[in-house]
């Protein structure tokens, strides 16, 4: 896994995936929580982008560079090798 110091820029997008999902978690929690109207159409969108932002996050894991074109539609998807169980 790259680290902070390895690849300080890679690191950077690694923790902006993190840091994006957490704001979008809690944004989603608060809807729930304070709009009756909430509802799973909602929820499915707004879960979605979540996950893309955490699958993201485990692409980057190792990555040094960027995501291209179509590596990032592939990032986004949930992985292949993580068993969430």
């Not at 929690?29 to 932002?53: A, C, K, Q, W």
């Not at 291209?68 to 969430?84: I, Q, R, V």
């Amino acid at each position: 896994m790259i680290t902070k110091e390895q690849a300080s820029v890679e690191w950077a997008m690694l923790m902006y995936e993190l840091d994006d999902a957490r704001e979008h978690l809690e944004r989603l929690m608060d809807e729930m929580n304070t709009d009756p109207e909430y509802d799973e159409g909602n929820f499915r969108v707004d879960l979605g982008h979540i996950f893309s932002h955490l699958n993201r996050a485990w692409h980057r894991r190792n990555l040094i560079g960027e995501l291209k074109g179509d590596e990032w539609h592939e990032a986004s998807k949930f992985p292949t090798d993580l068993d969430p169980t």
